[in-house]
């Protein structure tokens, strides 16, 4: 079955280290999105990758970092920078927008990630 | 840069009756799309429905519908016959014609009367 998975769903961290979410697709999706979610915060856009080897930023990417060395993979860094990492993280992908129903994005299961 | 407002945090309907849920955006571009997701308690987000802004006809997915008024840049979404399992929180979600990326609501929590 496709679809986009991610790791863990439960994530403890302590504060000052560094933690790796993990996101994988195979739909074959060119690109690729981190959200974060907040109580009454809806979602907001940490960044996005439509190409490999390509990212860009979005609304609140400090004190996180990306890479996208593979199409189907997407890796998020929440660093120590961040200062309140507390939150849902939610992962997506979409079909290229030169392909038609570009715009359409399909998500995860979303990982919940608690400082102690 | 575009903005979409869901103004009511909060929503209640009688099981088999029918509630719509309202949104406003503000955008500047002639095409672009706009989306509903359902994220139910299980936190997965669910595409609900879509509306590309140059189609004059509004779209329907079984008891979803919308009423989508370009003009006053309005996007609701009318759920009929709801069902306990509609209860959730509902996105409203803009796309524009110049990259993929979304911009989403705050949301709306539906709760489901029986």
């Known amino acids: 079955d496709g679809g986009i998975t991610q790791s863990p769903k439960y994530l403890f961290r302590k504060e000052g280290q560094n933690v790796t979410l993990s996101c994988e697709q195979n739909?074959?999706?060119?690109?690729m999105y981190w959200y974060r979610q907040d109580p009454g915060q809806g979602l907001r856009l940490i960044y996005y990758?439509?190409?490999?080897?390509?990212?860009q930023k979005g609304d609140i990417a400090e004190g996180y970092s990306v890479s996208r060395e593979k199409k189907e993979s997407f890796p998020l860094t929440v660093t120590s920078a961040q200062k309140n990492p507390t939150a849902f993280y939610l992962c997506?992908?979409?079909?290229?927008?030169?392909?038609?129903?570009?715009?359409?994005?399909?998500f995860g299961p979303g990982t919940r990630l608690t400082v102690l | 840069a575009q903005t979409v407002t869901q103004s009511q945090p909060e929503m209640s309907v009688q099981e088999a009756e029918t509630v719509t849920l309202s949104c406003t955006y503000d955008?500047?571009?002639?095409?672009?799309?706009l989306f509903w997701y359902k994220q139910p308690p299980s936190r997965q987000m669910i595409l609900v429905i879509r509306?590309?802004?140059?189609?004059?006809q509004n779209a329907t997915e079984n008891r979803f519908s919308v009423n989508f008024q370009k003009a006053a840049k309005s996007f609701s979404l009318k759920i009929s016959d709801s069902q306990l399992g509609d209860a959730a929180m509902y996105f409203c979600?803009?796309?524009?014609?110049?990259?993929?990326?979304?911009?989403f609501g705050k949301g709306i929590t539906l709760s489901v009367r029986p």
């Open positions: 509306q590309e802004a140059y189609k004059q």
């Open positions: 955008t500047s571009e002639s095409d672009y799309y």
């Open positions: 997506a992908s979409s079909i290229d927008w030169t392909s038609g129903r570009y715009g359409e994005q399909f």
């Open positions: 979600a803009y796309g524009d014609g110049a990259n993929s990326k979304l911009t």
């Open positions: 739909l074959n999706h060119d690109a």
């Open positions: 990758s439509q190409i490999v080897n390509d990212f």
